[in-house]
């Protein structure tokens, strides 16, 4: 595959991207089912392909799981780099064309056990091999260790089952392996297919204990195949039937947390649904609507599935668009996978006695993607949970070298031209801004429009001569910096917000409301824009023994009266 947003410099077609097969050092002739390579702590691949985990896990939702993808280039998103790439971006159709894969994907709640047999009723029962595997796992390892520590030996035990259970048709490398807490989702791709992959990288988010800590959320691999994007979610919901709610406020929390950084700085975060395929899979723990447990048996006994798909509480909160909005999921035809006996097919005859309930699911996003079975598998025995699988036929967009090369010297051509002809020229709607009546920590926001002319510019705010920061520290401009396209335009937000720290000086007058910001486009010229205000001064950020001996309100005293208050007090009273 090539990739249009990598060597865009000249007029020549641009460099493939270096393929994963030698990120892995995937041999064609190993006799290994899947490969994985050393990985260095800087997240570059080194050494021969081995059986192992891999030895960097991501500690919490905070850090990312890898640096930089392993040798990829890693060159700024100038302004003509990011032209360049939306032009592609517009004209990919004539370049690519869509060529069907094979995705299994697959989720499993293990209860905390460890594996017992081969995982091939589940992985390879299919008679025709995937070309990518993403499997998941929640509830790896229920102990207090792997909770607080982050560490669990079951991560090696069930990557070892997984990946000795893979489809006999065909060999595997292990594209990403990412875990937290007992939440894993593991990728393999085709040794064949190594080439083909980029752009690989992990996030994970927390929404467990505080909406934060990892007994519950989500993780994902987002990764480049040819030219198609695709995001991979593995998902643990909180449970109980009356959770429902919260269950779809993580997913959103999910959705606006998980952010992917990409491998060139200074472009913009990736989110979950700016990707062309997005697959979810997970125990989601969504339950079946106030219904009695002998109904439910009775139902599943004579297969009425459809009848008791009814009252699926997902299946509810999708249709009523509280939740997975724009995502599809297969017909459900097989029966509830929770709460079984461990070891058996028996429902739960425990003391809570659980109603059974599909928590299992896998669904998915994306113009170009195909289900071809989605079922659960009854011959695994060792948790409370049964296993799930679909399978994908994904149109994935490969690309033609000749006519992307042909692509890429025409907008190459016309920028020059363009360029040549003018340089960036911008609109301001204003450029005085004056906040009145100014309060401790209450936000005010002016906001003013840059409209752009006919060519495209990238702006930003600077700093001033001896500055450190573009604007003092109780202002800020949002975005402080981007790009626009021509004829086009952004509203600028400029936020005021006098906190701890800038209270002391504005209540004795030592700093002012007044500041200049300079608005610069790169190859074009600067614009300055006024700040003013004024700041009622109050008794937030004044020393408690200037308050004390204030004879008059704050409000009432001028500035100077404040500073030399402060003054004598030091004297008589240092601290």
Partial sequence: ?????????????????RPLRTFFGVAGKKDATAADPEQSAAGEVTGAPRLKTANKMVPSSSV????????????PCGLRDTLVKSLLKQKES???????????VGTYNVNGQSPRGSLRPWLSQDGEPPDIYCVGFQELDLSKEAFFFNDTPKEEEWF????????????????????????????????????????VEAETVGTGIMGRMGNKGGV?????FHNSTVCVVNAHLAAHPEEYERRNQEVRDICARMQFH?????????????????????DLNYRLEEQDMERVKKLIQTQDFQALHQHDQLKIQREAKLVFEGFQEGEISFQPTYKYNPGSDDWDDSAECRVPAWCDRILWSGKTVSLLSYQSHMALKNSDHKPVSAIFDVGVKVVDKKSYCKAFEGIVRSLDKMENASIPSVTLSKREFLFKDVKYLQLQVESFTISNGPVPCQFEFISKPNEDAYCKPWLIAKPSKGFLMPDSEVVIALELCVNKSTATALNSGEEKLEDILVLHLDRGKDYFLSVSGNYLPSCFGCPIQTLCYMKEPIREMLPEAIRELDVVLHQVMPI
């Avoid at 994902?220 to 480049?224: E, N, T, V, W």
Wanted: proline content about 8%; aromatic content about 8%; glycine content about 8%.
């Fill in 1 to 17: 595959g090539i990739s249009p947003w990598q060597g865009l410099l000249g007029n020549s077609c641009p460099p493939r991207k």
């Fill in 160 to 199: 070892k089952a997984v990946t000795e259970s893979l489809h006999p048709g065909a060999k595997y490398a292990k594209v990403k392996l990412v875990r937290l807490v007992g939440i894993l989702l593991l990728l393999y791709v085709r040794t064949e297919l190594a080439m083909n992959i980029s752009e």
């Fill in 262 to 282: 990409p491998l060139e700085p200074g472009c913009p975060l990736l989110a979950i649904k700016e990707h062309d395929v997005v697959l979810w899979l997970g």
């Fill in 220 to 224: 994902a691999i987002r990764f480049q």
């Fill in 64 to 75: 990312p799981a890898s640096g930089p993808t392993q040798g990829l280039s890693t060159r």
């Fill in 94 to 104: 004539s370049y690519t064309h869509l060529q069907n894969f094979r995705f299994f």
